[in-house]
């Protein structure tokens, strides 16, 4: 069995799964996103909010990672710090061209203190390798908040706007070529928008002037497995979005 036929197996695509034809409706639509300018689709609303405060989101913006790192690890901006073991920055490449953000910590990310290292994480590994990635190689992994939020529940607004400035200094200093916005939760933070994954996979968003493509949550993927085809879909248009730019 090749490597790839093996990636394919864990992601619950095997033995051989070959990405099927879109109708042509679809591809029409992906073709249209694609070709129009970037940017949120209008009838979308804003819900999200962005910073608590403009002197600390000043201060956050001209942190290096050093002083980011310590200023995620010391923050008591919301509440989620009172019951974490440790914040959770991110993980990987600091250069990389490709920037993937999820919703929060889980316990075994509060734990260890990286994302994405549980069961979601095997399958966001698979996922990578599955376009010819790997963690830490032009890979950065991150989330929208940095404390594990009780019972894994999502974010609330007040919790995410308070981790706002550091995703958003993270981005700046990466500088990534493209985003991958994992879940809904993480959509909705990056595009300031209400975002539904059914109608935004397999278009091409903006954040900040960078391109940023949608996709499930690892972990909705275990719960939900026959989306595991449709994932595949998303790592395909990943790939040519970025081959693209």
């Not at 095997?14 to 009838?43: E, F, K, S, Y």
């Not at 007040?158 to 500088?175: D, F, M, V």
């Amino acid at each position: 069995m090749s490597r790839r036929d093996g990636i394919l197996r864990e992601l619950g695509l095997g033995p051989i799964w070959r990405l099927r034809d879109r109708p042509a409706d679809v591809v029409a639509d992906v073709a249209t996103d694609a070709a129009a300018p970037l940017g949120v689709p209008p009838q979308l609303t804003l819900t999200t909010p962005v910073a608590l405060g403009d002197d600390r989101a000043a201060r956050i913006a001209a942190m290096g990672w050093d002083e980011l790192k310590t200023a995620v690890a010391d923050c008591r901006a919301c509440a989620l710090c009172q019951a974490r073991k440790q914040a959770v920055l991110g993980v990987g490449d600091i250069d990389a061209d490709w920037l993937f953000v999820g919703e929060g910590p889980g316990a075994e990310e509060d734990e260890r203190g990286e994302p994405f290292v549980g069961q979601a994480g095997k399958l966001l590994d698979a996922m990578l390798a599955a376009i010819d990635l790997k963690r830490g190689e032009d890979v950065y992994i991150g989330n929208s908040v940095k404390c594990r939020p009780p019972g894994n529940r999502t974010p609330e607004a007040e919790e995410t706007a308070a981790c706002w400035p550091y995703l958003e200094r993270q981005i700046a200093l990466i500088k990534p070529k493209l985003i991958v916005a994992l879940g809904r939760p993480a959509a909705q933070t990056l595009l300031r928008s209400e975002v539904k994954i059914s109608a935004s996979r397999g278009r091409l968003f903006e954040h900040q002037g960078i391109p940023l493509v949608v996709t499930y949550h690892p972990a909705y993927l275990l719960r939900t497995l026959h989306d595991k085809a449709r994932a595949w879909e998303d790592l395909c248009f990943m790939r040519r979005t970025m081959k693209g730019l």
